[in-house]
Nanobody, 123 residues
């Protein structure tokens, strides 16, 4: 079992930056990948960014490419999401997730989820 805990999101103005972190604990084996998802009110959950644990290969969704950066610290079992140039449409609950096994695409199965943290961007 893996426990994922996200940092507090918060309320920021458009154009500002915010950083989220996610700490992972409980499982001795490293995950294959970790990712950030988000779900806005009334919308489906979408993947924001992902990173493979061992190699550090990253994926960023089209809506955040060039503005958000995912990274990880293997020694600390932490994953980060640096969010720059935030827009009101980035408002959502952000979730940290871990894929225990290999996934062929970023739309594969993520086995563990954090509780989510609200990010609100005001215009």
């Amino acid at each position: 079992q893996v426990q994922l805990v996200e940092s507090w999101g918060g309320l920021v103005q458009a154009g500002c930056s915010l950083s989220l972190s996610c700490s992972a604990s409980g499982r001795t084996a490293s995950p294959y990948a970790m990712a950030w998802f988000r779900q806005a009110l009334g919308k489906e959950r979408e993947i924001v960014a992902g990173i493979t644990w061992t190699t550090g290969d990253t994926y960023h969704g089209d809506s955040v490419k060039g503005r958000f950066i995912i990274s990880r610290d293997k020694a600390k079992n932490m994953v980060y999401l640096q969010m720059n140039s935030l827009k009101p449409e980035d408002t959502a609950v952000y979730y940290c997730a871990a894929a225990a096994k290999y996934i062929s695409t970023w739309y594969g199965t993520f086995d563990y989820w954090g509780q989510g943290t609200q990010v609100t961007v005001s215009s």
